[in-house]
């Protein structure tokens, strides 16, 4: 959903920004000469407020367009493009205010023409205002996220010791010690940071499944299939462990005999696609579905790539899996 209306707290401080911004517009246009300070508020104060709310549009292309992955120049012709319509369609709409103000402001319509100019270029700026506080949003979404990711994996942390712990005899809980450290440190190490290769958040899923087979023994097998090429791609942080922590909770734990997860990550074409599979019970399949875990990372994806990635579900007989499709990355770019 749009940040900003989202919370009525935030459309109520977006409004309020622009009064000043309508007040200044109207300085402008009457301090002029050409137009009356009474004919300038009454035709700026409606269409401002109308502007404020079609500037909101400004979030989706900016959703689309994220800075990490967007040059200069490609994001100057999408703004600036947007900007020059919806700055067109506003002085359209002026012109519409200033024919049912005419017949109270002698000649307003006549006089309208002669400030067309500066109304389209004021619109133009305001809407590329509203592109950087959008992006502003973005970036504190992106920054939150990322604060979460840390909360989340310390819990996680916790709870799988306290979990594996409880379920392991005594002459394995050192072993469990051992690994369930070395899982905490790689997660800390990585939630601190916007994008990493594959290998390494291929490596905090070996370290917790490592813990988990200590738990499930020979009840738990694991097959990797990586590309090569894939390894060194970029990929958002903890993305992949809720979904393996899945597999275990809703699939391997309900069988009685076990079963196994088969991780696979290609390149198809500009995309980099990562499977996750396990054998599960088909009864669970609700529980699956409404869990917490995918939820977040669709919701992560989202923020990163926009449109550009998708999460996929399936379930085919025992078999359970999910796909992720992400813009494949190679380059080391910032948050």
Same mark, same amino acid.
């Given at each position: 959903m749009h940040p900003i209306l989202a919370r009525s707290g935030r459309l109520g401080l977006y409004l309020l920004g622009w009064i000043p911004l309508t007040g200044l517009l109207v300085l402008l246009l009457a301090g002029s000469g050409k137009w009356g300070w009474g004919e300038t508020l009454a035709l700026v104060a409606p269409l401002c407020l109308l502007y404020a709310f079609v500037c909101l549009s400004a979030w989706y292309p900016v959703r689309a367009t994220p800075v990490q992955r967007f040059g200069l120049v490609?994001?100057?012709?999408?703004?600036?493009?947007?900007?020059?319509?919806?700055?067109?369609?506003? @002085?359209?709409?002026?012109?519409?205010?200033?024919?049912?103000?005419?017949p109270v402001f002698k000649d307003f319509d006549r006089?309208?023409?002669?400030?067309? &100019?500066?109304?389209?270029?004021?619109?133009?700026?305001?809407?590329?205002?509203?592109?950087?506080?959008?992006?502003?949003?973005? !970036?504190l979404e992106v920054l939150r996220e990322a604060e979460k990711r840390e909360a989340e994996a310390? $819990?996680?942390? %916790?709870?799988?010791?306290?979990?594996?712990?409880?379920?392991?005899?005594?002459? %394995?809980?050192? #072993? *469990?010690? $051992?690994?369930?450290?070395?899982?905490?440190?790689?997660?800390?190490?990585?939630?601190?940071?916007? =994008?990493? &290769?594959l290998e390494e958040e291929m490596a905090l899923i070996r370290s917790f499944l490592a813990v988990e087979k200590v738990r499930f023994g020979s009840r738990l097998t694991v097959e990797e299939h990586i590309e090569d090429q894939c390894n060194t791609m970029l990929v958002p942080p903890l993305l992949l462990q809720p979904l393996v922590e899945n597999a275990i909770t809703h699939g $391997?734990?309900?069988?009685?005999?076990?079963?196994?997860?088969?991780? #696979?990550?290609? %390149?198809?074409?500009? *995309?980099? @696609?990562?499977? $996750?599979?396990?054998?599960?019970? &088909?009864d669970s399949v609700p529980s699956r579905r409404n869990g917490l875990g995918l939820a977040?990372?669709?919701?992560?994806?989202? @923020?990163?790539?926009?449109?550009? !990635? %998708?999460? #996929?579900?399936?379930?085919?007989?025992?078999?359970?899996?999910?796909?992720?499709? =992400? &813009?494949?990355?190679?380059?080391?770019?910032?948050a």
């Open positions: 490609g994001l100057a012709t999408t703004h600036l493009s947007a900007a020059l319509l919806v700055s067109a369609l506003w @002085v359209v709409t002026g012109l519409g205010g200033v024919r049912v103000l005419t006089r309208f023409t002669d400030q067309i &100019p500066l109304l389209f270029g004021t619109g133009v700026l305001l809407y590329l205002l509203s592109v950087a506080l959008h992006y502003a949003l973005l !970036a310390r $819990i996680l942390a %916790r709870d799988a010791e306290l979990s594996a712990l409880n379920s392991v005899d005594a002459a %394995r809980a050192r #072993e *469990m010690c $051992i690994l369930l450290s070395e899982f905490l440190r790689s997660t800390l190490g990585l939630g601190e940071k916007a =994008l990493v &290769p $391997i734990a309900n069988l009685l005999e076990g079963g196994s997860i088969r991780l #696979e990550a290609r %390149r198809a074409g500009d *995309m980099l @696609v990562i499977l $996750i599979e396990n054998s599960f019970d &088909p977040n990372v669709r919701k992560r994806l989202d @923020v990163r790539y926009g449109v550009d !990635a %998708r999460l #996929e579900q399936r379930a085919a007989g025992e078999r359970y899996s999910v796909e992720l499709s =992400l &813009p494949a990355e190679t380059q080391v770019v910032e």
